[in-house]
Each structure stands twice: as structure tokens, then as C-alpha cells.
């Protein structure tokens, strides 16, 4: 039978926007994808706005939301669908009145049912937990266990994303806990097939 799940897809840390759009607009037309995170670290806000700008032009074509990580600002700035912030960085009251009420907002919330409920009340859109799998693209200092998405399903109905080392060979588990969406990076950009066939494969998978 096959289970209903979205793919959050998370871009790579560094883009080269010429290069990286062809690439994209493929993963795209998959219609797989139900939201993109732009996550670039270590580059200026001028390359931030610009790679957000760019990346627009293609995922209204698929009215696919767009998300900034950790910055309100350029969302708002570039036009962007709303933005995913961690434990760390803006506080949601913060976004929410930078971004308004329509915009989306998500939060880390590590493997913490306390962060998720705190995030909901102070107006997120949804949570994000884990890492449930060792990263390859990012360290972390929390470890999810799979009971947190069984809790949230019970107590709230506001989306949650699985996020840490995703891929195609272990993210079933995820799904029958309750994740209704699942971050992934690396097995999308780094599979040497292409995004494409990458974004079909946990299809054909969740079909078995």
C-alpha cells in the first residue's frame, strides 16, 4: 500500500546558480517535491537574495513554496514563501511579525515535544525533528527517536518534518511513525543518477 508522505527538499550549502538551475527546475518537474528550503551558509546576503531570487523564478512555475533558512529578512526581501529558523536564530514572534500571518514559518524542534508545542503556540506552521540518521551534510548534537513523530501525530495536527541522513533505504520507518514530510539533501544532489531519478526512487519505494 502506498503511504502519503512529502518530500522537503533542502538545497546544497553552496550554489553555483548557473549551473545549479538546470539541475533544479529537473527535480521540479518531478512534481515530487512539496517544499524547498534555501540553505546556503557561509554567503553574503547579496548571493543569498540573489540564489532566492533565482530559484523562484522556477518554483512558482511548479507552485512549489520556497523557505529561506534562519532569515526573515531576505524572505521577505526576495518574495519568498516564508522561512525555517532553529532553536538559535529569530524567535518566531519575531518572524511572524517581520513576515506576516500568511507566510510560513518552521521550526527545528530538535527531539523535543516541549519546543514543538512552544513553537505551535508562538505561531509556527510546522515542526521539524530530529536527526533521526547520522548526517552527512550537517553535525548535530540531538538524536530523534522515532516515538516523537507517534506523539505528535496524537497530540497535534500541525505538520511535522524528519530531518537527519534521509534516504532511500531508511526512511520508511519515518513515514509509518507519522512523518508527513522528510528533509532530505545528499540523497537527492549527490546521487549520481540526478535529483530526478533520485525524487522518483523513495516513490517507487513507499509503493512496496
Same mark, same amino acid.
Given at each position: 500500500m502506498e503511504k502519503k508522505f512529502g518530500i522537503y527538499l533542502i538545497t546544497p550549502e553552496k550554489i553555483n546558480l548557473k549551473d545549479f538551475r538546470e539541475k533544479f527546475q529537473n527535480a521540479l518537474e518531478t512534481n515530487r517535491v512539496s517544499y524547498v528550503q534555501l540553505r546556503l551558509k557561509n554567503c553574503s546576503d547579496e548571493i543569498i537574495l540573489e540564489t532566492a531570487n533565482g530559484l523562484l523564478e522556477i518554483t512558482k512555475k511548479f507552485d512549489v513554496p520556497l523557505l529561506i533558512n534562519d532569515r526573515p529578512d531576505i524572505a521577505k526581501k526576495s518574495g519568498a514563501n516564508g522561512v525555517h529558523i532553529g532553536q538559535y536564530d529569530y524567535k518566531i514572534t519575531e518572524a511572524r511579525e517581520m513576515l506576516g500571518r500568511k507566510l510560513i514559518i518552521g521550526v527545528t524542534c530538535h527531539n523535543s515535544i $516541549?519546543? &514543538?508545542? =512552544? &513553537?505551535?503556540?508562538? #505561531?509556527?506552521?510546522?515542526?521539524? +525533528? #530530529? &536527526? +533521526?540518521?547520522?548526517?552527512? @551534510? /550537517? /553535525? @548535530? $548534537? +540531538?538524536?530523534? =527517536?522515532?516515538?516523537?513523530? %507517534?506523539w505528535w501525530r496524537k497530540i497535534s495536527n500541525i505538520p511535522c518534518v524528519a530531518i537527519g541522513g !534521509? @534516504?532511500?533505504?531508511? +526512511? %520508511? %520507518?519515518?513515514? @509509518?511513525? #507519522?512523518?508527513?514530510?522528510?528533509?532530505? !539533501?545528499?540523497?537527492i544532489w549527490k546521487n549520481p543518477k540526478g535529483p530526478a531519478f533520485a525524487l522518483n526512487e523513495y516513490f517507487k519505494e513507499s509503493s512496496e
Amino acid at each position: 500500500m502506498e503511504k502519503k508522505f512529502g518530500i522537503y527538499l533542502i538545497t546544497p550549502e553552496k550554489i553555483n546558480l548557473k549551473d545549479f538551475r538546470e539541475k533544479f527546475q529537473n527535480a521540479l518537474e518531478t512534481n515530487r517535491v512539496s517544499y524547498v528550503q534555501l540553505r546556503l551558509k557561509n554567503c553574503s546576503d547579496e548571493i543569498i537574495l540573489e540564489t532566492a531570487n533565482g530559484l523562484l523564478e522556477i518554483t512558482k512555475k511548479f507552485d512549489v513554496p520556497l523557505l529561506i533558512n534562519d532569515r526573515p529578512d531576505i524572505a521577505k526581501k526576495s518574495g519568498a514563501n516564508g522561512v525555517h529558523i532553529g532553536q538559535y536564530d529569530y524567535k518566531i514572534t519575531e518572524a511572524r511579525e517581520m513576515l506576516g500571518r500568511k507566510l510560513i514559518i518552521g521550526v527545528t524542534c530538535h527531539n523535543s515535544i $516541549d519546543l &514543538a508545542c =512552544e &513553537a505551535v503556540n508562538s #505561531g509556527a506552521n510546522y515542526v521539524a +525533528f #530530529g &536527526a +533521526f540518521y547520522r548526517s552527512i @551534510t /550537517k /553535525k @548535530t $548534537d +540531538f538524536q530523534a =527517536e522515532l516515538s516523537i513523530l %507517534n506523539w505528535w501525530r496524537k497530540i497535534s495536527n500541525i505538520p511535522c518534518v524528519a530531518i537527519g541522513g !534521509i @534516504t532511500q533505504n531508511n +526512511f %520508511n %520507518n519515518l513515514i @509509518t511513525h #507519522g512523518a508527513n514530510y522528510l528533509a532530505v !539533501i545528499s540523497s537527492i544532489w549527490k546521487n549520481p543518477k540526478g535529483p530526478a531519478f533520485a525524487l522518483n526512487e523513495y516513490f517507487k519505494e513507499s509503493s512496496e
